[in-house]
């Protein structure tokens, strides 16, 4: 999947949440836009109940 985006689809993006932005705002998040890509990917893999360390005070990169 690429981390590009084009500036149509970013249009898309912005007008179906609703915003409103200036040119200058719309570059400054395309520049972002690779980076909200990679976490994305971190955030939806599946992991072990001690990735969510509130609570725990040891770990392996296993648990991980």
């Not at 689809?9 to 200058?24: F, K, R, V």
């Amino acid at each position: 999947m690429s981390t590009e985006i084009d500036d149509q689809a970013m249009d898309y993006l912005i007008a179906t949440a609703g915003l409103s932005l200036t040119e200058a705002q719309k570059a400054e998040l395309k520049t972002i836009h690779a980076s909200l890509a990679a976490m994305k990917a971190r955030v939806r893999k599946p992991r072990g109940h001690m990735a969510e360390l509130a609570h725990s005070f040891g770990f392996t990169d296993k648990d991980l």
